[in-house]
């Protein structure tokens, strides 16, 4: 969290990988508050600036409350508007996964007018057209997206 505080470019990493022991955490209460005191708002803001990674783990954040799911982020705060807001951006940003686009689906028959026009008026607001992958190589990007959004380790350079 130090380096992070000091260096906004670690903040998303910050976030998916904390240095606390999930198995433990009664031990690293304190932590683990700091943790969540700052996690979700450094995710929201590398959103908001088109940061893919942050973008899939903020769908997972608010919409996978499944018991054995992903455990990165370890952060859950399940949230349907939400989730169909950063789902929906996935798409607009050409990340199409079949599982999360069903669960959108399904999040937008649940959801009442005025919700869903909340959603798109975020969806509007945060989307960046400058982070929008292009076809040439998409799966690839989709694949690197993905995989730091679970395992997100940055360059031993930038963190000295």
């Not at 940061?51 to 992903?70: E, I, M, Q």
Request: charge should be neutral; charged fraction near 25%; aromatic fraction near 6%.
């Amino acid at each position: 969290l130090q380096a992070a505080q000091a260096d906004p470019r670690l903040r998303v990493w910050a976030a998916l990988q904390p240095a606390l022991d999930q198995r433990y955490f009664v031990n690293d209460l304190e932590q683990w508050q700091q943790y969540r005191q700052v996690a979700l708002p450094w995710l929201e803001h590398a959103a908001a600036e088109g940061d893919l990674t942050a973008v899939v783990a903020l769908a997972r954040v608010h919409g996978d409350g499944r018991r054995n799911g992903p455990r990165t982020p370890p952060l859950r705060q399940i949230d349907e508007p939400r989730s169909l807001i950063y789902s929906t951006l996935m798409e607009r940003y050409g990340i199409e996964l079949p599982p999360v686009q069903n669960a959108a689906e399904q999040t937008r028959a649940r959801l009442d007018p005025a919700q869903l026009a909340e959603v798109d008026r975020r969806v509007t607001e945060l989307f960046r057209p400058e982070s929008v992958l292009p076809p040439q190589g998409r799966e690839q990007r989709i694949r690197a997206v993905m995989r730091r959004s679970f395992e997100f380790t940055p360059p031993a350079t930038d963190c000295e």
